[in-house]
């Protein structure tokens, strides 16, 4: 076999043992670069004659790293551990039948309210329920999940852009890019993009400032939580006080109806006391049916905090703790602000805006691209008789050009009036922390002064009067209406008593809430020994209005020395 060549100087493949120095050239040609074509062929675009060993013997590797890649990419995460009955239950509500779902059917019960665990049945202290709020209420864990949430969000926004991959292929030489020493079947693009020096730290430092924003929502819906927790207690503990003090007025009244009778069947009183009291006693009844009703609607209330369900027999104690008042009202004002998480949120929320004014400002500068350019080359159609096809090699750079500046200046003055306005609603938030305090304390003063009226004055009085009247009835000095104006005085005043006791608690509950932290982790400090000389250390009241680590006397950013408006600096906070 010979090495044969036709006229265009184009090896016909047919090998030799017997090769010459320009039939060997020849053949590398051939077998390296794959050239077996006639200009005719390469005319009719046939890609099975200009894709020859060469092509063949690189696809592999090119399918290979592109697989990789796609692989990579294509990789799923495992999902977070909550989506798997969040996903659950979106199926079940995608399947649900047109037509009515029946009590006893699986589906409904399904959806059938968690019991509660045996540990909060019962009489139980407001701690226990409180824990199991913290742990069970579906408003904290939701504030829970948008915290995490927002902090996978910060290795999105500091990673770079996915790089870009482009592949142009030329289907056919006539058609493609054609250079003197052959043709290009196809041209491979890999591009990056990187953003200006430090816009991806401050991208990071924006998104944890979120995250703190979403950790003061999460302390401020545990914090609501644990008021309503606390409210819903001390009502719970009213009906059930309130149930107790009429099932002990309603043996009074049955005593009183048993001494009406014995006088009257002694002659010593008519009739009529006997109804009177037996009218009584069914009012009691009515009183008694109203105040159950309260107790089932303050376990509910209980109940929908705790997660469970509300037929779950929640209790209290006979005489739940109550805290004291306290009695500097100015380092309420002070904890406030150290505390609140709605103020802290403010904060957050500041500083987040600043970083929005940097970020804005860096896009006064260019963002550049990076990219590698390989070019596949073969020896058909070239028009240099020896020409070998050499690969092409490439990189290149590129950046866009902000040379829009009323855009740029926009974005900055918008990033700015931002800041201003959430400075401006930490001020108004902190002005309504103060009203919310200043109500609440005076509140939880008057119902403290007014229950210890009841339980140290009036409610002894009242039942020494009544025991007074009890006595004069029975030996005939008063008559039964008397006797029963003493009775209702008493009931009346030992409602109100267990009323205000529990209000009182509910305020304090509210401002511990309005405060941001629980009273009795913070007691004050016992006052010095006073001396002629020595200054008062009291704390100062609140800031006047229009004042803050915020505050400014104009409504809106004043410009800088370059023309544009700058942030208030958060840096007084």
């Given amino acids: 076999m010979t090495c044969r060549k036709d006229p265009g100087n184009r090896c016909d493949g047919e090998i030799s043992p017997k090769l010459t120095r320009p039939d060997a050239r020849c053949l590398t040609r051939a077998h390296w670069y794959g050239i077996a074509v006639r200009a005719e062929d390469t005319r009719r675009g046939r890609l099975s004659d200009w894709m020859g060993p060469a092509m063949d013997r690189r696809w592999p590797f090119h399918i290979s790293i592109a697989t990789v890649l796609m692989a990579a990419g294509c990789r799923q995460l495992a999902p977070h551990p909550g989506y798997h009955g969040v996903e659950h239950l979106l199926h079940n509500a995608a399947l649900r039948p047109p037509h009515t779902v029946a009590p006893g059917e699986p589906m409904a019960m399904a959806f059938d309210p968690e019991p509660a665990p045996p540990g909060l049945t019962g009489p139980q202290p407001v701690d226990a329920y409180i824990r199991r709020a913290l742990d069970e209420n579906r408003l904290v864990q939701a ?8 902090r996978y969000r910060i290795p999105q926004v500091t990673a770079l852009d996915d790089p870009v991959v482009s592949n142009t292929i030329f289907p056919s030489a006539e058609y493609g890019q054609q250079t003197a020493d052959g043709f290009m079947p196809w041209n491979l693009l890999i591009a990056q993009q990187f953003p200006w020096f430090g816009t991806l730290q401050l991208r990071g430092q924006a998104a944890g400032l979120d995250v703190q924003v979403a950790l003061a929502e999460l302390c401020a819906a545990q914090l609501d939580a644990v008021e309503a927790v606390k409210r819903a207690y001390y009502d719970l503990h009213f009906a059930e006080r309130s149930e107790q003090i009429l099932l002990q007025n309603r043996s009074l009244v049955e005593d009183f109806i048993e001494i009406a009778r014995t006088r009257y ?46 037929e779950a027999e929640l209790g209290t104690l006979p005489e739940p ?31 987040r805006d600043a970083k929005a004014v940097e970020l804005a400002r860096k896009r006064y500068y260019p963002d550049v691209t990076l990219g590698f350019n390989y070019g596949l080359m073969t020896a058909a159609g070239a028009v ?94 008063v008559d039964f209406l008397t006797l029963i104006t003493a009775w209702r005085e008493v ?30 982790e913070h007691p004050p ?33 004043q410009p800088d020395a370059e023309g544009e408006a700058a942030p208030p600096e958060p840096g007084d906070a």
């Fill in 491 to 520: 009931l009346q005043i030992e409602i109100q008593a267990a009323q205000f006791e529990a209000e009182l608690g509910k305020s304090l509950a509210s401002l511990e809430r309005a405060v941001g932290t629980q009273l009795s």
């Fill in 525 to 557: 400090a016992p006052a010095p020994a006073a001396t002629p000389d020595a200054p008062s250390d009291a704390p100062p009241p609140p800031p006047e209005e229009g004042t803050g680590p915020f505050g400014q006397d104009d409504d809106g950013p």
């Fill in 384 to 477: 240099v008789p020896d020409a070998e096809g050499n690969d092409q090699l490439g990189m290149f750079v590129g950046f866009n050009l902000p040379v829009y500046r009323q855009k740029l200046d926009a974005a900055v003055l918008e990033a700015q009036a931002r800041t201003v306005a959430d400075a401006k609603l930490y001020e108004a938030e902190r002005d309504a922390t103060y009203r919310a305090i200043k109500d609440l304390f005076a509140q939880a003063q008057a119902r403290r002064e007014t229950l210890e009226l009841f339980r140290q004055g009036i409610l002894p009085r009242a039942r020494q009067a009544l025991e007074v009247a009890a006595s004069d009835y029975q030996a005939g000095n």
């Fill in 265 to 310: 069947e002694t002659g010593q009183t008519s009739q009529e006391d006997v109804l009177s009291a037996e009218v009584i006693l069914s009012d009691l009844d009515r009183e008694l049916v109203a105040t159950r009703q309260a107790i089932a609607s303050a376990r509910a209330d209980l109940a929908q905090q705790l997660h469970v369900s509300p």
């Fill in 321 to 351: 703790p109550l805290g004291d008042v306290p009695a500097q009202i100015e380092r309420l004002y002070r904890l406030a602000g150290a505390a609140r998480p709605e103020l802290q949120g403010r904060l957050a929320a500041i500083a």
């Fill in 143 to 150: 504030a829970r999940a948008n915290v995490m949430a927002l």
